[in-house]
């Protein structure tokens, strides 16, 4: 398991050193997550989540339990705001694409109006109809940004790509890591522990030969056409679906797609065709 948590932390000490992250920091932060954890566990099994009950379980003091929970409200308010700045600007454009009110019957999103002209839907009107409490222009700047709008004459924005990805260095992509990393582990965990119920989808493929430049820019771009156009079938099936998929008590879900660049180790495969040219 340690092995386990030491891979997954690997790819982001190049972040850590870039935005000053100590191991001081790291401690506080997984000494937080013992915390937090443990005391949900033990609301949900109706017994007390006293600072002492929680030091004894954890390993912790008393006082930094104290300090980690009187700290809980403001940490999880931040993480919310995260979270809302990251994907408001997705679920617009999902709805842009989707809801006839601002896409074709052939689910094609329609150029929008930039202010109130009586005949055109409005940009405004889709993002309080998708996004009630967000700011139009923030949003508006945040697509433009990741390339996923245009705006003609500043009349109108149409739609240029319908898959949010932050662009640059920002708090957004920051945010996508750990909403990224936390989906796949939380998939992998359920997929360990929960032994009688139904496992998630977790499938992955990766080439037995090393890839050139050339080559991984050619699957790049495959990815970037077939890749996309699933997640767009998939994201009108649950769309047009909703009424048979919903429930008030129920969960979101997400489907990821990501490329990496795997270990240069020799394969299976690989090592069958060695062997079998001696």
């Not at 700047?141 to 003609?152: F, I, K, M, P």
Request: aromatic fraction near 6%.
């Amino acid at each position: 398991m340690i092995d386990a948590i030491e891979a997954l932390l690997r790819p982001l000490m190049p972040l850590f050193r870039n935005y000053g992250v100590t191991h001081h920091d790291l401690s506080q932060t997984l000494a937080r997550l013992f915390v937090y954890d443990t005391a949900e566990i033990l609301t949900d099994e109706g017994r007390p989540t006293t600072a002492s009950r929680l030091a004894l379980m954890t390993g912790l003091t008393r006082g930094e339990v104290e300090k980690h929970l009187n700290e809980r409200s403001a940490s999880t308010r931040r993480r919310e705001l995260k979270t809302s700045a990251l994907m408001t600007p997705a679920a617009v454009l999902t709805a842009w694409n989707t809801d006839t009110r601002f896409s074709t019957p052939y689910g094609v999103a329609v150029d929008l109006s930039l202010t109130p002209s009586g005949r055109h839907r409005t940009f405004s009107e889709l993002v309080n109809t998708s996004a009630p409490e967000s700011d139009p222009d923030a949003v508006l700047d945040q697509l433009l940004a990741a390339g996923c709008v245009e705006v003609h004459d500043q009349e109108f924005v149409r739609c240029t790509n319908r898959a949010y990805i932050p662009a640059g260095v920002s708090v957004e992509r920051i945010s996508r890591i750990g909403t990224v990393l936390g989906a796949l582990a939380g998939t992998l965990t359920h997929n360990l522990l929960e032994e009688s119920s139904v496992g998630y989808l977790e499938r992955a493929v990766q080439t037995d030969f090393p890839v050139s430049e050339d080559g991984r820019r050619a699957i790049r771009e495959w990815l970037a056409i077939d890749g996309a156009r699933f997640l767009e079938t998939l994201d009108a099936w649950m769309t047009s679906s909703r009424p048979e998929l919903e429930a008030l008590d129920g969960q979101r879900v997400g489907v990821d797609i990501f490329m990496y660049d795997a270990p240069n180790e020799p394969s299976i495969a690989t090592d069958a065709r060695a062997a079998a040219n001696l």
